[in-house]
């Protein structure tokens, strides 16, 4: 459901279940959002809550500003866990993922669901931290967002609403079935390009040159917006590691040193291309994604968590509600489907590859007790 800034208590008493995990992505202008919050644990106050920020809300087949998308979760035969780490910048995201993942693990893990703050956290290393401790567990989530403002993101956990906090919850049982996938659909166009000089998710050089500069070469007159406008030209980057390229987003620039901060590492001897924006591509993407997702669900899904990419919305525009009727299309009537626009989407391409940060795809979770 979707909540407004007036009557959302009246809204809130429509609730017919006893929730036992109650979602919320929340925008980051929404007056009032700590009242919501402690509001709900005084209701509720067995419910375990959880969410982020957003760069707009998903809730059904409508995608909102100025909102809380609020999904009422009860667990009837699966039991959970939250846990939370502090972080106190980026070099801290490996360890903090591994912390997580120590907190988490036993052997009937079956699924983690991981929201992070979005811009004080190296998605990249938060997910490498993860899989080093649990490798044959599935992971999905997002870093928050913040509209296109880049300025500060946060983490819901109870109702405590608040920055450098990573979230997760770990689902355990074999009574829970778990679908996901990632897709994109944007094109690489020009010369591949070798990655020179990085550090982690900072990009100096390309091909002995600075990275910013021939970066604004591309984007021409829309290089005075940046980053908001790196959003449209996200960079397709394959190492000597990856089978298949991944999708790599700008969170800022440094004019000093000409550098580029990504959303995720860019390791020196990579080969990174510049992408831009197919809108039907873009939407078929989508619907790729919730068919490779509802391939894992032979009586299909009780839940789906949509996550996509802030670039996305930039680029559809007014027919950003298309990918998300694309994804019902392929899901059907049967799930509740809830989420979110993200600063990075965090799940494995489908069934048999590994967890990655993604950037500038559509990932969907699919939730359902059996």
């Known amino acids: 459901m979707s909540l407004f800034k007036d009557g959302w208590q009246s809204v809130l008493s429509t609730i017919g279940i006893d929730p036992n995990i109650l ?38 087949i409508t995608v909102k500003d100025d909102t809380i998308s609020l999904t009422a979760i009860q667990l009837e035969k699966t039991t959970f866990k939250k846990v939370t780490c502090k972080v106190k910048d980026m070099l801290y995201s490996e360890e903090a993922g591994i912390e997580l993942a120590e907190q988490l693990y036993t052997d009937t893990l079956k699924h983690v669901l991981i929201f992070s703050d979005g811009l004080n956290v190296n998605g990249a290393d938060l997910v490498s931290g993860l899989k080093s401790k649990l490798p044959n567990v599935s992971i999905t989530g997002g870093l928050a967002g913040d509209g296109s403002d880049f300025e500060k993101t ?13 979230v997760a919850l770990g689902l355990y049982g074999d009574n829970l079935k778990v679908g996901y996938s990632s897709k994109g659909g944007w094109d690489s166009f020009g010369i591949e390009r070798l990655v020179t000089k990085s550090n982690k998710n900072v990009l100096y050089e390309l091909d002995g040159e600075s990275a910013l500069k021939i970066y604004k070469s591309f984007l021409g007159e829309q290089a005075k917006n940046l980053p908001s406008s790196g959003l449209l030209f996200p960079l397709s980057m394959r190492d000597k590691g990856n089978a ?11 004019e000093e040193d000409q550098s580029l901060t990504f959303a995720g590492n860019i390791p020196q ?53 298309e990918e998300i009727e694309a994804v019902r299309g392929v899901l059907g009537d049967q799930p509740c489907i809830t989420g979110f626009y993200s600063y990075g989407e965090i799940a494995p391409f489908g069934q048999f590859s590994p967890c990655e940060l993604h950037n500038q795809t559509m990932t969907i979770t699919t939730l359902t007790e059996c």
């Open 244 to 254: 298949a390229p991944v999708v790599r987003t700008i969170l800022a620039i440094d």
């Open 269 to 321: 001897d990579s080969y990174v291309r510049l992408m831009k924006a197919n809108i039907d591509r873009i939407i078929d993407g989508a619907e790729d994604s919730a068919k490779s997702a509802n391939k894992l669900m032979k009586n299909g899904s009780q839940v789906a968590i949509l996550i996509s990419c802030v670039g996305r919305r930039l680029v559809l525009k007014q027919m950003v509600e």
């Open 23 to 60: 979602l919320l992505f929340v925008s980051p202008s929404f007056e009032g959002k700590k009242k919501v919050v402690d509001f709900l644990q005084i209701k509720y106050p067995k419910a375990t809550i959880i969410g982020c920020s957003t760069a707009g809300e998903i809730s059904d």
């Open 154 to 166: 946060f983490v819901i956990n109870g109702n405590i609403i608040e920055d450098k906090t990573i």
